[in-house]
Structures are given as C-alpha cells and as structure tokens.
C-alpha cells in the first residue's frame, strides 16, 4: 500500500482549512455569539429585575388592599353594630311609648268611668232626693196633723246644732 503525504490527502486540506477558519474567524465568532449571549443575559436580567419590581408592587398592593378590606369590614361591622343597637333603642322607644299611651288611655278610660259612676250615683241621689220629697210631701200632706207638725218642727230645731257640728269640724 502505498501511503500518501500529508499534503497530498485532501481531507487534510479541508481539516487544515477548518483549523485556520476558526483562528481567523474563530475569535471573531466566539466576540459575537458572547456578545449575544452577554446580550439576552442582560435582557433576561432586566427582565428579571422588571419581574421582582412588579412582584413587589403586586405584593404591596395586595397588602394595601387587605388592610383597605379589612378596614371596610370593621366599619361594616362598626356601622351594624350601631345599627343593631339604634334598632334595638328605636323598638325599646316605641314599646314604651306605645305603654305610656296605653296607660294614658287606661287612665282616661278609668277617669271616664269614674266620671260616670259619680254622674249615674249623683242621678240616683238626686231621684232618690226627688222621689224622697214627693213622698215626704205626700205623707205630710195625707198623714200629718198640726200637733205633729209641731213636734217635728221642735225636734229638727233641736237636732240642728248637732247636724251642723261635724261640718264646721270638716
């Protein structure tokens, strides 16, 4: 077999070219694609950082909104409290004053009645009274002699300081 130079194989050639284009070249080449990885490594930190802020905002704000929520739920529960208890004062009101008219009525019903056993014992006095003189005025028309009428005249004059003493005391 015959063995060929180094010079004279052609795979040589292109692998000699291939070890020359990437001195020459190589240098350059590596210079760009770090520059582009340098580059999208900056972009994707920029990135990164963008992201952090924006979660931080996010979190602040999410803070901020659950101290605003639970805020607004104390005063809710402020404001129903103090609506429980004014319903509560407003019903306690109105009890009593519908008892205050009740009793305002029962007094007034009470003084009616009053007003109207004295009217119906003062009509029955007075009939009683009426009723009382006419048969005292027929008795003493039908029934009365002059002697007895003196008699009776006698004993009311008698009769009379004693009568008048209990009131004068009164």
Avoid: Y
């Amino acid at each position: 077999m015959h063995e060929e130079s180094f010079f004279a194989d052609p795979r040589s050639w292109v692998a000699a070219a291939f070890v020359i284009f990437f001195v020459l070249f190589g240098a350059k080449l590596w210079k760009a694609l770090a520059g582009m990885l340098d580059k999208r490594t900056d972009t994707v930190r920029a990135e990164l950082e963008e992201a952090s802020r924006l979660r931080r905002e996010a979190e602040a704000m999410l803070a901020d909104a659950s101290q605003r929520r639970e805020a607004a739920l104390a005063e809710a529960k402020a404001l129903l409290e103090g609506a429980r208890a004014e319903a509560g004062r407003l019903a306690r009101a109105a009890t009593e004053d519908a008892e205050a008219g009740a009793r305002r009525r029962e007094k007034m019903a009470l003084d009616r009645i009053a007003a109207a056993e004295k009217a119906a014992v003062d009509e029955v006095r007075f009939t009683a009274a009426d009723v009382a003189c006419v048969a005292a005025g027929r008795v003493i028309r039908e029934g009365l002699t002059a002697e007895a009428d003196a008699v009776l005249v006698d004993h009311a004059i008698m009769s009379l300081s004693a009568a008048l003493t209990p009131r004068r005391a009164a």
